[in-house]
């Protein structure tokens, strides 16, 4: 499948993924909810101020633990998330636009998930509100940046060049190391996995996750 070449192309085919709109959704009614009951409080600006800090940290626990989770037999059960399986299939077919975003099945239980939680851990429902709005901008913020990195859209500028290349090593260099997307290697850089290219061998299955297909 053909991958867009321009800012404007690449807009058209993001907008075609449900997952953005899911988000996007969310995002429109926290943020409409989160207007309308006022009531707004220093915590309010330092929420946001925290996510930015913690997310890449977020992103790349996930992307290690879970998106890179190994199938594994307990009590006799395979373990072998959706999000996992779709992952692996990403890294098989980096430039397949649908595996590039998160699969829609997954964001119809993370969604009101993470509603229930913010509602449950913050001690104002207004609190709550600001951190689902955060939540909902940074994930669309991760799904336009991953979508357009294995895109044809070519870096215009050296901060969203560092990301670009730091992506593309994880799937073409070795998929051991470069976990960060939305940031240049900031949790990769605290977390040692932020090598110098040329010091890391090409990893024969970083299309091919654990070598999983050899294994079947």
Known sequence: MSTPLTLSDAARTF???????MIGAMLVAATASRIALGNWQITD????????????????????????WKPRKIAGITIDSRLARSHREHHASPRTVPLIFI?????????????????LAFPRIELALTFLTC???????????????????????????SVWRNHRNHHFKNEHYWFTVTTAGTADRVL???????SVETSPTAKNLHGATSNL
């Not at 901008?137 to 990195?149: A, K, M, P």
């Open 192 to 198: 040692g996995t932020y090598p110098a290219p040329k």
């Open 135 to 161: 939540i909902s901008v940074i994930g669309l913020i991760y799904e336009w940046t991953h979508f357009l990195i294995h895109s044809d859209y070519k870096p215009k500028t050296a901060l969203y060049k």
């Open 45 to 68: 600006a330092l929420v946001p101020l925290v996510m930015i800090a913690v997310f890449p940290f977020v992103e790349w626990t996930i992307h290690v633990v879970i998106l890179h």
């Open 15 to 21: 907008r075609k993924s449900p997952t953005p709109w």
């Open 103 to 119: 699969p829609w099945q997954t964001l119809l239980i993370v969604i009101p998930v993470l509603a229930a939680v913010a509602l």
